[in-house]
């Protein structure tokens, strides 16, 4: 019997790149000897990709859409997408073309030889910016030291993943998810390929700031607890130097040393410990919300409609 493959592309606001993104995809996949089916998310756009995905879908069976109630964000759109994928594996790739749908070829000959987890590394980044390029290549090799998973670095959610490793992942029901992260979590046989990741075909990119921010801290707490244990040592060395000034104080005194009053080291030091507790505070709010979200048990997404797909 012939393999059946899942495509599984999130679209936020893509109106712009989503005919391209259905025309390279369609190309590669057809007249293969295996079966495919595309899975759009449709992560609450606000332009006029619901409306095209559906039109497509009238006439493409392969094609399959599943819409969001509103944004809840890309790594629950990837999520939705894996719970209702049907393939014997399942990729995950972007819809702006900066992942190549070519790759994907790549990707399922390493499954066939028998890998369950095939990741896409990016050996090189074209038109993003310096900003983008800089942060991401510090935070990957900084998740990778803080956290006791190896997380492969320089790696999106570009991959393949087989039929038993997504069922896995499907019983994780975790809210704040780094997906990437989750699926080296669960093991199995696991490698790489390298690819070059293409300037984004048209639009903008859908990561400000803010959903980068919100990602990475979602790596970092979902992965490792070390930021909360950090908080110890640095009060021990905080509590260490105040220890040795009061001995320096001390010791001048009794040396009949003249001090200098000044307020200005006083307000430098209350701000520094200020700050510093003020940190800490804010690394520990950040677990804290994070179990509340979870204590409220709500869905991971709610679905609004589905296209070509059977229940
Ligand atoms: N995306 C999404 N929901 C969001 C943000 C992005 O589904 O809230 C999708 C987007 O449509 C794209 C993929 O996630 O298919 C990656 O986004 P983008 O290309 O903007 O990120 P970048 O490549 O700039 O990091
Ligand atoms: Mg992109």
Same mark, same amino acid.
């Given at each position: 019997?012939?393999?059946?493959? =899942? ?18 995809v369609t190309? &590669? #996949? ?8 595309v899975?759009?998310?449709n ?13 497509? $879908?009238?006439?493409?069976a ?8 509103r944004?809840?964000?890309?790594q629950t759109?990837?999520?939705?997408? #894996? ?8 990729i ?15 990707l399922?000959?390493?499954y066939?030889? +028998?890998?369950?987890? &095939?990741?896409?590394? /990016?050996?090189?980044?074209k038109?993003?910016?310096f ?12 998740? /990778?030291? #803080? $956290?006791?998973?190896d997380?492969?670095?320089?790696? !999106? ?12 992942? @499907? !019983? ?6 780094? &997906?990437r992260?989750?699926?080296? %979590?669960? +093991? ?14 048209? +639009? ?11 990602? =990475? #801290?979602?790596?970092i ?9 950090? *908080?110890k %040592?640095?009060?021990? &060395?905080?509590a260490?130097?105040?220890?040795i000034?009061?001995?320096v104080?001390?010791i001048?005194?009794?040396?009949g040393?003249q001090?200098? *009053?000044? %307020? ?12 510093i ?12 919300? /994070?179990?509340?979200?979870?204590? @409220? ?8 409609e ?6």
């Amino acid at each position: 019997m012939k393999k059946l493959y =899942s495509l599984v592309i999130p679209l936020y606001n893509e109106e712009q790149v989503i005919h391209e993104c259905i025309k390279r995809v369609t190309h &590669v #996949m057809t007249d293969k000897d295996f079966d495919y089916e595309v899975i759009f998310i449709n992560d609450g756009s606000k332009d006029m990709t619901e409306s095209i995905v559906k039109e497509y $879908c009238l006439n493409d069976a392969h094609l399959k859409l599943i819409s969001f109630s509103r944004n809840f964000g890309h790594q629950t759109a990837i999520t939705a997408g #894996m719970d209702n994928a049907k393939g014997d594996a399942v990729i995950v790739m972007d819809a702006d073309l900066q992942d190549p749908p070519e790759v994907v070829l790549q990707l399922i000959s390493k499954y066939e030889e +028998g890998y369950d987890v &095939v990741y896409a590394i /990016r050996s090189k980044r074209k038109g993003e910016t310096f900003f983008k390029k800089l942060t991401a290549k510090i935070f990957y090799r900084f998740l /990778r030291n #803080m $956290c006791e998973v190896d997380i492969p670095i320089d790696t !999106g959610d570009f991959r393949l993943i087989s039929r038993q490793v997504c069922d896995v992942l @499907k !019983g994780l029901t975790e809210r704040n998810r780094y &997906v990437r992260g989750l699926v080296s %979590w669960v +093991g199995f046989k696991q490698t790489g390929i390298y690819y070059e990741r293409e300037e984004r075909f048209a +639009g903008e990119t859908k990561y400000p700031l803010k959903k980068m921010l919100k990602l =990475s #801290m979602d790596g970092i707490t979902s992965f490792s607890t070390k930021p909360l244990k950090m *908080t110890k %040592w640095i009060g021990l &060395v905080m509590a260490a130097l105040g220890f040795i000034y009061a001995l320096v104080i001390i010791i001048q005194k009794l040396a009949g040393i003249q001090m200098q *009053t000044g %307020w200005a080291s006083t307000i430098v030091i209350i701000l520094l410990i200020g700050g510093i507790q003020l940190i800490m505070l804010g690394i520990t709010g950040e677990y804290i919300a /994070r179990i509340f979200d979870e204590s @409220k048990n709500r869905p991971l997404y709610i679905i609004k409609e589905k296209v070509n797909m059977d229940e």
